[in-house]
């Protein structure tokens, strides 16, 4: 599946730089990292993806093999590989996969608050639920989706998230393939075995925000089994939405990580 791609770089990106792509979160999209974007693009060629269900993307089943499946055919279809890779999240469970089943076509990998692993994104199964039984009122704005998302999104942070993902007027809609999303959660919140020698010998980078536990000492062993090169860096004072919440700190990590490999 071809994701919609949001791109920006210098007029004359230098030839050897890979470019740099960001995949997002659950209920994310591309757009979620114009900053970062922004930032880089004076001297490098930046890729933001909508992954399957999200954005501007096409709708269907989804699993972490198929997301990454996803990300190379649309890499490929923009002569963008290798490429350095950043995912948050669900994104990073993600990069992570591509870069498991497509080494060659990751130059560098930087994971976001998520580890290879069985856990993270747990939240999201009740707000997931609880959308999908939310009747859609006949007509909807922007102050009165974030009354209609409070009856099941307590943080206005989040509630502000998923507002994006929402066609509003007189006949309101999901943009989001929210049903496919739904029918995929145990997929989402899992990660799938991954047999013995299989590994990433790249540059791997994983970011932790102080105050999430959606890396554990408990992930470390796997880690290092899966990335035997990987480094680890703790983002202190942020949650899950590590570049959200300090974007100047995670801006300046980024551009450490892209300039060393």
């Not at 972490?64 to 990300?71: G, K, Q």
Request: charged share 20%; with cysteine.
């Amino acid at each position: 599946m071809l994701l919609n791609v949001t791109e920006r770089g210098p007029e004359m990106p230098a030839n050897n730089r890979p470019p740099v792509v960001f995949l997002h979160g659950l209920f994310g999209r591309g757009r979620n990292f114009g900053f970062f974007q922004r930032s880089l693009s004076t001297t490098w060629r930046t890729l933001a993806l909508d992954l399957r269900n999200h954005g501007d993307s096409p709708h269907g089943p989804m699993d972490y093999p198929t997301l990454a499946a996803d990300v190379r055919e649309t890499l490929a279809a923009h002569n963008a590989l290798p490429a350095i890779v950043i995912g948050h999240s669900m994104g990073g469970k993600t990069a992570m996969m591509l870069a498991l089943t497509s080494p060659n076509d990751v130059h560098a990998l930087m994971i976001a608050d998520i580890a290879p692993g069985e856990g993270g994104l747990a939240h999201t199964q009740d707000i997931a639920e609880g959308l999908i039984r939310l009747p859609m009122p006949a007509t909807l704005d922007l102050s009165g989706a974030d009354k209609w998302l409070s009856q099941v999104i307590k943080d206005k942070s989040v509630r502000d998230l998923m507002a994006q993902n929402l066609e509003l007027g007189d006949h309101p809609c999901w943009r989001i393939g929210l049903s496919e999303i739904h029918d995929a959660l145990k997929a989402i919140v899992d990660w799938p075995a991954i047999p013995e020698g299989v590994r990433y010998d790249g540059p791997t980078l994983f970011v932790a925000g102080s105050e999430s536990d959606y890396i554990r000492p408990v992930n470390y062993p796997e880690m290092r089994r899966l990335f035997p090169h990987y480094r680890l860096d703790v983002i202190e004072g942020a949650g899950h939405w590590l570049h959200a919440q300090k974007p100047r700190k995670f801006l300046t990590i980024i551009e450490t990580f892209i300039n060393s490999v």
